[in-house]
């Protein structure tokens, strides 16, 4: 089982990335995935999950208004469009993929994880 993140890169506070999370159709296949990051020095955290149909999705609060999570079920692809970035936000971010039809932000219930994907939001 295996997540690939990419996207990541190098962008000024104020601008936009957008990850995107490939898997295989098993891996993703009824269910839910969630993004997650860790910054320097940090524990991980949840940032965003969505659900396998894509009708429920949940966000941290630092995120919500600034990022949308997404997926395109036919092309086993989840995406999270990050706009007005912060320095904060700053971390490499992970998918995740859990056997639950719903996202949760506990990372616990996440099985499955890709690589990780830097993100760095200059001042």
């Known amino acids: 089982v295996q997540l690939q993140a990419s996207g990541g890169g190098l962008v000024q506070a104020g601008g936009s990335l957008r990850l995107s999370c490939k898997a295989s159709r098993r891996t993703f296949s009824n269910n839910a995935v969630g993004w997650f990051r860790r910054a320097p020095g940090k524990e991980r955290e949840f940032v965003a999950g969505?659900?396998?149909?894509?009708?429920?999705?949940i966000y941290t609060d630092s995120v919500k208004g600034r990022f949308t999570i997404s997926r395109d079920n036919a092309a086993n692809a989840v995406y999270l469009q990050m706009n007005s970035l912060e320095p904060g936000d700053t971390a490499v971010y992970y998918c995740?993929?859990?056997?639950?039809?719903?996202?949760?932000?506990?990372?616990?219930?996440?099985?499955?994880w890709g690589q990780g994907t830097l993100v760095t939001v200059s001042s």
């Open positions: 969505i659900s396998w149909r894509g009708s429920t999705t």
């Open positions: 995740a993929s859990n056997r639950l039809s719903q996202p949760t932000s506990s990372s616990e219930l996440y099985p499955y």
